[in-house]
């Protein structure tokens, strides 16, 4: 997949404008105004970031139980690389920071759930030529419904995550998610899926945090955590070995089909249209170079047809899409907004129209944007505010109008 | 805190206690022919005929070991291939379904790795093997089975074995019986001679004893190929050093366990029934596990329809009360009972379980403690549902 970059990438987080008081657990339970400590479910992967989150939980005063989501029905026994946190030695890692923190700890088994909701998922959109982000899917589906809705069944208030987020209480009772105070940090993105029902149960201890992730070792290393050397997880959790195609494949089986030019000349062949990621640039194996000689990327992917179109880099500028599914954190915006856009987990910010039409959200980019896929989700921020996401449907090219679900 | 998990371990005795450091500070390898070795080898020999006498054997026929487990292993898996070395016809293992892990997981080895036909006998609805099931089981082909094995008493549900009359049956065969005996050791009457069994295993943290050793009573004309190769020791069927301060220790437990077991089995048994009461009157619709009558006097085991068992775990730790869901897991996650699912029930059943074991630290306390706390939590469970 190519990486492309947006206008204020990477740029210094906004001053946060007069917001009523930033929620770090000690001073404002997300459940009441009250000081009285809460019951809090550490959802602890085993990596360092869940770790130091549920000890700094405990050190506010909450009375906290740590639970292991066991998201493979068979688990492979050690780590392979950087990748997930469903090997039985991360949850053998995630049980042992709990008791050098001191506190109970369980492995709840939401692997049915996981499969239903979040891989069956995936498969499904790569088999409708979408790009889906797994991630988000997992928030929204696993860790804050199917473990929250357990969590507080079970009488806990809630559920604390080691993602570098903050959530904001208004004076008015109203919740408010924002970036972490650390941009280069900030995980927002990946929580723009949740509702503000949702929000009220959500505690991130570390999305106030403003210094590096050598220094959050550092305090799980004086916190006496053995995780503190643990290499941070990337990627895809169920893709253990990273091979997003050959899992695909394993999934869909392979089907070739043709790969063609813009003006619809083939130019080689693929195993699965599925394996294709719009923006993608390496792995197309076409055997001569296009006649400007320069290198070409994937424009669309057609499930229909099992055809991958593909094009130079400027046919990738979108300038407008549309997105379905839309989930706010709060109120949904009322008529055309200016906002700024993410499009992908590590991505910058793009300054944005958006509104709402018919249940679909519509947005136009001030500056054309590279690498949008259907599929991908979009989320939406108003400052450091992260107003809502949704889920792109359609793009517009600045050339000619292309891709669609 | 109100611990009721003396099935998963007791607390040792302090007699226990006091022989096992006593014999910390001693120096000697019962191996060893010079002085210190012959002390060491006497505390040894004095602490197998104490267990002997316990359990009914002849201090040659007490094997110590590592614990249940190595205990279980060497029986089943000793006893297959000396049974099979003596007549290649010998490839099936009879076994009850509702075994301890140590047992089960040793028979799927057989299985898997030596070609073993593992056949599981048939068990009523409270776990029980009949003796008749064994005989029809054997019948169909007397001189290809190597060894049968069923325990003694059920460390989930709790149900006891016929275990003589199983004996019998497999004696009229010539078959030889093992059976685990780690649950049964000190709450029921447990006789080697009398029992019949070519093999039992006991073991000593679930007696007041140390953790790390246990014994297979083996009869004498019992000689299991070895699991541990070494330097010979006990019978040659099972190397390694003694760990004399725990083999002293674990006699004065056995020694403890048997000499008070009735007045133990009585008292545990009237609290359990008093639990039994309690968690009925707050749970109507709650399932005794095991057999109501023939069980295990420390135990009650409880299905609670509609709660998973890991829930209703961790809103009693958070209330104070150590207990079980009494089946094994996997990584921490749990797995519905293999021996519910054997005894017929329903798998959304099997999940909603709890055992409660009783000890010798048990008090009228952590009876009223779980009367308090199992209906509230049973309810918020139901409200969490199986996920």
Redesign the interface.
């Given at each position: 997949m190519t990486e492309n970059a947006y206008p204020g990438d990477h740029g210094s987080p906004a001053p946060y404008p007069g917001r009523a008081m930033t929620q770090t657990p000690p001073q404002t339970p997300p459940q009441s105004t009250s000081a009285r400590p809460l019951r809090v479910l550490a959802a602890m992967s085993g990596g360092v970031d869940s770790a130091v989150a549920a000890a700094r939980a405990v050190e506010a005063g909450h009375d906290v139980?740590g639970v292991?989501l066991?998201l493979s029905a068979n688990?492979q026994s050690f780590r392979t690389g950087a990748r997930g946190c469903c090997t039985?030695e991360d949850?053998?890692d995630a049980?042992r920071a709990a008791d050098v923190i001191g506190i109970?700890f369980?492995?709840?088994?939401?692997a049915e759930?996981f499969r239903e909701d979040v891989v069956d998922d995936f498969v499904a959109e790569y088999e409708a030529g979408r790009t889906p982000n797994p991630c988000l899917r997992c928030n929204e589906k696993i860790k804050f419904a199917?473990l929250l809705?357990?969590a507080l069944?079970?009488?806990f208030d809630a559920v604390c995550t080691g993602h570098y987020a903050t959530v904001v209480l208004n004076e008015d009772g109203s919740r408010e998610l924002h970036r972490a105070s650390d941009m280069a940090k900030d995980q927002s993105y990946v929580l723009g899926v949740l509702d503000e029902r949702q929000l009220a149960h959500a505690m991130f201890p570390l999305g106030d945090t403003l210094t590096t992730k050598d220094e959050i070792r550092a305090e799980a290393e004086r916190r006496g955590l053995a995780v503190a050397k643990k290499p941070d997880s990337h990627d895809i959790c169920f893709i253990a070995d990273g091979d997003t195609q050959g899992f695909l494949a394993s999934r869909l089986g392979a089907a070739e089909g043709d790969i063609v030019d813009e003006a619809g000349t083939k130019v080689g062949t693929h195993q699965g249209a599925y394996g294709f990621t719009i923006g993608q640039r390496k792995g197309l194996r076409i055997g001569h170079p296009a006649a400007d000689g320069k290198p070409r990327y994937v424009l669309d992917i057609s499930p229909v047809n099992n055809t991958v179109t593909v094009g130079p880099a400027e046919a990738l500028d979108v300038t407008a899409l549309t997105a379905i599914r839309p989930r706010w954190c709060g109120a949904a915006p009322e008529g055309p907004g200016r906002y700024t856009a993410q499009l992908r987990a590590h991505g910058g910010e793009t300054p944005v129209s958006a509104a709402m039409e018919d249940g679909e959200l519509t947005v136009t980019f001030d500056e054309p944007v590279r690498g949008v896929a259907p599929g991908q989700a979009i989320v939406l921020y108003d400052g450091t505010r992260v107003v809502g996401s949704a889920t792109i449907a359609t793009t517009t090219r600045r050339a000619a109008p292309a891709a669609t679900a | 805190m109100a611990y009721l998990d003396h099935a998963a371990t007791t607390p040792m005795l302090p007699e226990a206690i006091e022989a096992m450091t006593a014999q910390l500070a001693v120096t000697g390898n019962a191996s060893s022919l010079h002085a210190a070795g012959r002390r060491a080898r006497r505390t040894v020999e004095e602490a197998r005929e104490t267990l002997a006498g316990a359990l009914g054997a002849r201090p040659s026929e007490v094997v110590l070991t590592s614990g249940g487990t190595e205990a279980d292993n060497l029986a089943v898996k000793g006893l297959y291939w000396s049974r099979l070395a003596a007549d290649p016809r010998r490839t099936r293992v009879l076994a009850s379904p509702v075994e301890h892990h140590a047992v089960l997981d040793a028979v799927d080895w057989l299985a898997t790795h030596e070609g073993a036909t593992v056949e599981y006998l048939p068990v009523d609805p409270y776990g029980r093997v009949h003796p008749e099931a064994l005989r029809e089981a054997i019948a169909r082909d007397p001189g290809s089975v190597a060894l049968a094995t069923v325990m003694w008493a059920n460390n989930e549900i709790g149900t006891i074995m016929p275990v003589r009359e199983l004996a019998d049956v497999a004696a009229e065969f010539d078959v030889p019986l093992h059976a685990d005996a780690v649950q049964a050791f000190g709450q029921v009457p447990v006789d080697f001679a009398a029992s019949g069994l070519a093999a039992m295993t006991v073991s000593g943290h679930k007696i007041g004893g140390p953790y790390g050793i246990g014994a297979l009573l083996l009869g004498r004309e019992h000689t299991p190929v070895p699991v541990l190769h070494g330097g010979g020791q006990e019978r040659h069927v099972r190397s390694g050093t003694l760990d004399v301060p725990a083999v002293a220790a674990f006699a004065v437990a056995g020694r403890l366990a048997a000499e008070g077991r009735e007045e133990f089995a009585a008292g545990v048994g009237a609290l359990r029934d008093e639990l039994v009461a309690a968690v009925r009157a707050a749970v109507p619709d709650v399932i005794l596990g095991g057999d109501p009558v023939d069980r295990l006097p420390a135990n009650a085991h409880f299905t609670f329809p509609g709660c998973e068992g890991?829930?209703l775990?961790?809103?009693l730790?958070?209330a104070g009360i150590e207990c079980s869901t009494g089946s094994a897991?996997t990584?921490?996650?749990?797995q519905p009972s293999h021996v519910l699912l054997a005894t017929g029930a329903d798998p959304d059943l099997a999940r909603g379980t709890l055992r409660f074991s009783l000890g010798h630290t048990s008090t009228k306390e952590d009876v009223a403690a779980v009367a308090e706390a199992i209906g509230p939590a049973v309810e918020?469970?139901r409200?969490?549902?199986l996920?």
């Open positions: 139980t292991h066991a688990p039985i949850s053998r049980r109970p369980y492995v709840w088994d939401l759930r199917a809705d357990k069944a079970l009488g | 890991d829930s775990l961790l809103l730790d958070a897991c990584a921490g996650i749990a918020r469970a409200s969490a549902g996920s």
